[in-house]
């Protein structure tokens, strides 16, 4: 790409003050990183004219080895390489053992959880050596056909959102973005505070809810203390049109395998930050079968 493009690119960054202050909740986190053209080669393969841009949110943010993601479609319709229509390329600038992300999508999967693919690339830009990154597959309508039988569904990130009133409107809509409509969103809202007389039937009307014990289990099991449970941060949740409940699907997994970041009379098996997770586990019914399936992880 053009080096002053390259440049441009890798210079820029967040505003802390848009995510932490007045008005922070009011709306999803918008992205400041511009796209820009470039040209790009895989294992000799040359796909032209494509979109890259900087990504991240605040820990792996980097300017001379930025994360990037890379858009096929962006400028050419229906352009795509190897059947993907975007890269997701991590720095791994908060896992220094370039593992953890792999290992934790595979626990994921393992355990029965819509999780990304991950692999490895080496990454240089004009001539230059970037080093290794980890590529993660997107989350997106590809995505969602291995996993779902309708990919027609709402598709939401999370970055610091949860099922509190205050803070729903942080979702970004990363699918059917041309329609309004998040009453899917409100639904799990109501549901999050319901009694704890019905709180068991509420959840599972709006969530899957054996997917979300394991979903909160497993981000126990691999310490994902920035994740949805931790920290209501680096998840996605869709909408199954077929059964109308949500699926979890975890996401930023660099900071997983490492000592949480806790209250010290808190047990290591509990991240119960998320409003769903905190329902979920001070309920004791909910919290035996969390438990039992933790067990069984």
């Not at 960054?13 to 470039?38: K, M, T, W």
């Not at 205050?166 to 999050?192: C, G, I, M």
């Amino acid at each position: 790409m053009p080096e002053g493009d390259w440049d441009a690119l890798r210079a820029q960054d967040r505003d802390l003050g848009e995510i932490f202050g007045p008005g922070c909740l009011d709306a999803p986190h918008e992205s400041p990183f511009e796209f820009f053209s470039a040209d790009v080669a895989i294992d000799g393969v040359v796909v032209k004219n494509v979109c890259v841009r900087k990504k991240g949110f605040i820990g792996s943010l980097d300017v001379d080895k930025p994360s990037l993601k890379i858009k096929f479609d962006e400028y050419v319709s229906g352009l795509e390489y190897a059947g993907l229509a975007r890269m997701t390329l991590n720095n791994a600038k908060q896992d220094p053992s370039y593992v953890r992300q792999c290992l934790g999508y595979a626990m994921f999967a393992d355990a029965g959880v819509p999780a990304p693919r991950c692999n490895f690339a080496r990454v240089s830009v004009n001539g230059r050596d970037l080093g290794v990154y980890v590529h993660v597959e997107s989350i997106d309508k590809r995505f969602l056909r291995l996993h779902f039988d309708d990919a027609s569904g709402n598709v939401y990130e999370g970055a610091l959102s949860d099922f509190r009133p205050e803070w729903v409107r942080t979702f970004e809509k990363k699918t059917n973005e041309d329609d309004p409509d998040r009453s899917d969103l409100d639904a799990v809202v109501r549901v999050a505070s319901a009694p704890d007389a019905s709180l068991e039937s509420a959840i599972a009307s709006a969530i899957d809810l054996d997917a979300f014990i394991t979903f909160m289990a497993t981000e126990a099991f691999v310490a994902h203390w920035d994740g949805y449970s931790g920290n209501t941060n680096n998840f996605y949740v869709y909408r199954d049109p077929k059964t109308a409940r949500f699926h979890f699907i975890p996401w930023g997994l660099d900071g997983i395998f490492t000592v949480v970041p806790r209250r010290e009379d808190l047990p290591l098996s509990v991240l119960s930050h998320g409003a769903l997770a905190r329902r979920v586990y001070l309920d004791a019914t909910l919290r035996a079968r969390y438990l039992a399936r933790l067990v069984e992880l």
